[in-house]
């Protein structure tokens, strides 16, 4: 399947976990991608920026910072002569209630969750204009929608992140510039490893992803590669009349009830 052949991808994020997994996808069926992200996360996670393919490129910076993402955004138009979809996977996840999370942290999580993609769509969007249109996707979370305690700041962030996406779909559909989200659920990823490393009580990760899977009704936790495949749906022209919308991709947590 080469159904992106000609198209341009911008992923912001795209160095690591759901991001990374969208970017390799894509361009295993055709697109030329630009990935960008940080070389090395504040949870120590190292960007995956060696051995890239012809027709993919990285760019590292801080994805909260305009200059920095309207930089690499030109730069991939510079490599590649457009872009045609903009894809936005950049997160932090820490812990905490609205008394335990410090105003720093809280600031942190905005922006990383939340600006990014502000700044992706602000820088991006007519870039998209230029090609007659194109597609946004914004990874979102099923904790934007139904959440666990202590993570007042994430799911903050990736609720807004929802109501965002909505308005690009508002306001650029016209435009033929559609913008959804995806909404996983516990998907095995660097974030989820430094989950099962802080709260695994000194299991093995194996151990731990098994006893989180039970919770899941399909029993077990999600792969990256599953997330990619519905953000090359919502990317690709199989996808033409869906815009503003959320799909959640969770293993049927948000449809459990909690008895």
Known sequence: MREFQGKVAFVMGGTTGIGRAAADLLHARGAAVAVFGVARSADGVDAQLDGLPAGMVAFTGDGSVGRDVSAALARTVEQFGGIDVLICSA???????????????????????????????????????RRGGGAIVNVASNQGS??????????????????????????????????????????????????????????????????????????????????????????????????????????????????
Do not use: C
Request: hydrophobic share 45%.
């Open 91 to 129: 997160a932090v996840h820490p812990y905490g209630t609205a008394e335990s999370t410090d105003e720093a942290t809280w600031d942190r999580v905005m922006a990383v969750n939340v600006k990014s993609a502000y700044l992706v769509a602000h820088h991006g969007v007519d870039y998209l204009r």
């Open 146 to 259: 139904s959440t666990v305690p202590n993570l007042a700041a994430y799911a903050t962030s990736k609720g807004a992140l929802l109501a965002f996406t909505r308005s690009l779909a508002m306001d650029y559909g016209m435009e033929n510039i559609r913008a959804n989200t995806v909404s996983p659920g516990p998907i095995d990823t660097p974030l989820l490893r430094v989950a099962a490393a802080k709260f695994g009580g000194g299991a093995d990760l194996d151990a731990v992803y098994a006893e989180w899977g039970q919770k899941v009704p399909v029993r077990r936790i999600g792969q990256a590669s599953e997330m990619a495949e519905v953000i090359a749906f919502l990317a690709s022209d199989r996808a033409s009349y869906v815009t503003g919308a959320d799909f959640v991709a969770d293993g049927g947590l948000l449809a459990k009830l909690g008895f």
